[in-house]
């Protein structure tokens, strides 16, 4: 009969509205909650027959909650460089423990601060996963979850790392008298202490186990923009003969810049070095200078003299802060000024974020209405970019929740009247009988 159909409709309506309700609930107690992503009510008819002509039967209507997942917050300034937002599409990758079967989920909730062990959690416990850096600051991306770890950095206090640069500025006397010994000069000399350089400067690098070696560089001119040049240790403390880890000839343009292209390329390649003392050690790369640039050796009427010059490695201190660039770099700064890469932050994206499972914590699961998650580094493939320093805010229009509050009550109210009503009609039905 139409009138239970009516009634069994006006039941829905209310449990239809009172689910909607519980969406607004959910929304306006979360507006402060970081990364929270709001939920709509969406409302779908329910029809009995659709077919029918000369009657009509009620089908009701039911609510269906619908995440708003991929819609962006706003980043907010925050005073804390752990705390990270991402500018664009993708999620962190966290697990839910430091264990390789710890549970996956992701999430956008990026208020990570270091715990008691050192690794990085959001305020949730999940713990925050990314691509160990090798020395050379490299790391394989196979596209799998296992391939990541959590994301740790106290370990590195009190560790060491190996020089692998040599940064270095310096200026040779273009009226440099030839000596005499050039024209029998051979190499090695220099390093043996036989010929006495023009110009020479010793710069302090370290081995693996943060053991400081001496590296001495020499110029000896031979020709008009033509020296001669050897880098060697001193003391001898290298497997290589006389200590002796590079030589050959320096060239200048006649503007008294750099002519690397018609100079030893062994002086600017990277030194393969062994040490003595058994500690491993790193290609060092010698950045000095680009080919016609004066942006590390020239070769002008002033003093030889070294501009300036930088090293890296040598024993870590205490990591006293953590730095993560847009590319998702994340790196340790050491309480001695030094910085070291350490980790690189991926970000997973989906075909349908929209899809993906909510979970407890601010957090989402894999379904296969999202599809599987495509791990790449942040700003490749759709993904964004990490914004270190900043939080992303609820999504959710608190005047719109409010609206929709209102909304809800009075279409609640209205399904309750269907009751009432159809009650009323049924009790004159029941009088038909008096």
């Known amino acids: 009969m139409s009138l239970y159909s009516a009634l069994y409709a006006g039941v829905s309506g209310l449990g239809a509205q009172s689910n909607a309700m519980a969406t607004v609930a ?8 970081v990364g929270y992503k709001g939920v709509t009510a969406e409302f779908r008819t329910m029809v009995t027959d659709g077919r029918a002509r000369s009657s009509y039967s009620a089908g009701g209507v039911v609510s269906a909650p619908q995440a708003m997942i991929s819609k962006q917050g706003l980043l907010q ?6 705390d990270l937002g991402i500018d664009g599409a993708g999620f962190f990758v966290t697990r839910n423990g430091v264990g390789a079967n710890a549970d996956v989920a992701f999430t956008r909730a ?22 160990r850096l090798d020395p050379q600051g490299n790391y394989i991306d196979t596209g799998s979850l296992d391939a990541l770890e959590p994301v740790r950095l106290s370990e590195l206090t009190g560790s060491a790392a190996a020089t692998d640069r040599i940064q270095m500025r310096a200026n040779l006397r273009s009226d440099q008298p030839i000596a005499a010994a050039a024209a029998t000069y051979t190499a090695g000399q220099m390093a043996s202490g036989a010929v006495t ?36 240790a001193d003391p001898a403390d290298v497997t290589a003969a006389g200590g002796l ?27 393969a070095v062994t040490w003595t003392n058994g500690a491993g050690s790193m290609p060092i790369t010698l950045a000095m200078g680009t080919n016609g640039g004066l942006d590390g050796l020239t070769q ?36 001695d000024g030094t910085a070291r890469a350490v980790f690189q932050l991926p970000l997973a994206t989906f075909a349908n974020a929209d899809g993906l499972v909510r979970m407890s914590g601010n957090a989402f699961g894999v379904s296969s209405s999202s599809g599987s998650a495509a791990i790449n580094p942040p700003g490749s493939l759709g993904g964004g970019m990490i914004s270190s320093g900043t939080l992303e805010s609820s999504n959710v229009d608190l005047a719109q929740e409010f609206t929709n509050m209102i909304r809800f009550q009075r279409a609640y109210s209205a399904s309750s009247k269907i009751i009432t009503t159809v009650d009323d009609m049924l009790q004159e039905l029941g009088n038909l009988k008096r």
């Open 26 to 33: 959910d929304n306006i107690t979360n507006i402060n909650t």
């Open 77 to 82: 300034a925050s005073s804390s460089q752990t």
């Open 110 to 131: 990026g208020s990570f601060k270091p715990d008691v062990e050192g690794y990085l959690r959001n305020t949730s416990g999940y713990y925050l996963q990314g691509w």
């Open 197 to 232: 350089p023009d110009f020479t400067r010793s710069i302090d690098v370290y081995d693996a186990q943060g053991g400081a070696h001496r590296v001495t560089l020499s110029y000896l001119k031979t020709g008009a923009n033509e020296w001669a040049s050897e880098i060697y």
């Open 245 to 271: 880890l590079a030589s050959g000839t320096v060239q200048f343009n006649p503007d008294g810049s750099l002519d690397r292209a018609g100079s030893t390329a062994a002086l600017f390649d990277p030194l």
């Open 300 to 335: 002008f009427s002033g003093e030889s003299a070294l501009i300036s010059s930088s090293v890296n490695g040598g024993l870590l201190g205490t990591v006293s802060s953590v730095e993560v660039s847009p590319e998702g770099v994340v790196s340790a700064i050491f309480d």
